[in-house]
């Protein structure tokens, strides 16, 4: 199944490409996770890429996909005297989604990504994606965003806070 996932985004992006290289974007994010994802991962880095259609002069709708991988940390466990030192795996996702952005001024967007992530790590069986963000333009081409990234598991919650720099093509 995630070789079908996988070759259906990558067949997205190369139809996007072929019709133009107006709406593709790529970038690369850092990322703090927050609640269950915090417990086992210390941050992590992922790269996204993007391709949006013009809708109207404010609004653009398109896919998204990308690749993250959170670092693992390393706990000590203490317990009657006993320290046990715990090292988590790091954890990978290759989100599929369908991507939104509006255009609230000249320089500031808010949009959001909503697909499933495909889990890529050992274990990892992947989920519902969500992604909200905010984005301020700083060049040409060039745009910083802040978004929040959640994965829903089974029996918890993928979560991230991340910076991300996007770059137009």
């Not at 890529?120 to 700083?138: H, L, Q, T």
């Amino acid at each position: 199944m995630k070789k079908v996932i996988m070759a259906f985004a990558i067949g997205l992006f190369t139809i996007g490409l072929v019709n133009a290289q107006e709406g593709f974007k790529l970038g690369a994010n850092v990322a703090l996770p927050v609640g269950d994802a915090g417990d086992i991962s210390s941050f992590s880095l992922g790269l996204d890429a993007k391709y949006h259609w013009e809708i109207s002069d404010t609004f653009y709708a398109g896919v998204a996909t990308g690749f993250t991988n959170a670092f693992g940390k390393t706990e000590t466990i203490s317990e009657d005297g006993f320290e046990l030192e715990v090292e988590f795996e790091d954890v990978q996702f290759l989100p599929i989604a369908a991507s939104g952005k509006f255009n609230a001024s000249e320089d500031f967007s808010i949009g959001a990504d909503l697909g499933y992530a495909v889990g890529i790590s050992d274990g990892n069986d992947g989920g519902f994606y969500y992604r909200p963000g905010v984005g301020y333009k700083i060049g040409g081409n060039t745009e910083l965003n802040l978004s929040y990234t959640g994965i829903s598991l089974d029996g918890g919650t993928w979560s991230t806070i991340a910076l991300g720099v996007l770059f137009g093509l």
